[in-house]
């Protein structure tokens, strides 16, 4: 878990055990609605990053995403706040209203 203990809620699918990001439906994989939630550490791994330099109106530049893997196969874009990491790179992932951000995670 990241140093200061945040976890991300994730959905869990009772009949096919399908981990997957909250949402109000059924599952993605099987259609089950037996749908509990699931609490994941807040840390994820870089699959691969990208810097943006002429965002759209209104978006900041440079504007940086990462698709960022969780622990439990679940992956996810993230708006990055701060310096573009390397794949590979470990990042903490926290949910900013319908959004995603992630952050560098310190040297351990």
């Known amino acids: 878990?990241?140093?200061d203990g945040e976890v991300l809620e994730l959905s869990h699918c009772e009949e096919c055990g399908a981990r997957f990001l909250p949402t109000d439906g059924a599952c993605p994989r099987c259609?089950?609605?037996r749908i509990q939630p699931y609490p994941s550490?807040?840390?994820?791994?870089?699959?691969a990053a990208t810097e943006i330099t002429s965002p759209p109106e209104?978006?900041?530049?440079?504007?940086?995403?990462?698709?960022?893997e969780?622990?439990?196969a679940v992956r996810?874009?993230?708006?990055l706040d701060g310096a573009l990491?390397?794949?590979?790179?470990?990042?903490?992932?926290?949910?900013d209203g319908?959004?995603?951000?992630?952050?560098?995670?310190?040297a351990r």
């Open 31 to 33: 259609g089950s609605t």
């Open 76 to 79: 996810l874009i993230a708006i």
């Open 1 to 3: 878990m990241s140093d």
């Open 98 to 106: 319908a959004v995603f951000r992630a952050r560098s995670e310190p």
């Open 58 to 68: 209104g978006w900041h530049a440079p504007h940086r995403l990462a698709l960022v």
């Open 41 to 47: 550490p807040a840390l994820g791994t870089v699959l």
């Open 70 to 72: 969780l622990p439990e």
């Open 85 to 95: 990491p390397a794949r590979g790179s470990i990042v903490a992932v926290r949910r």
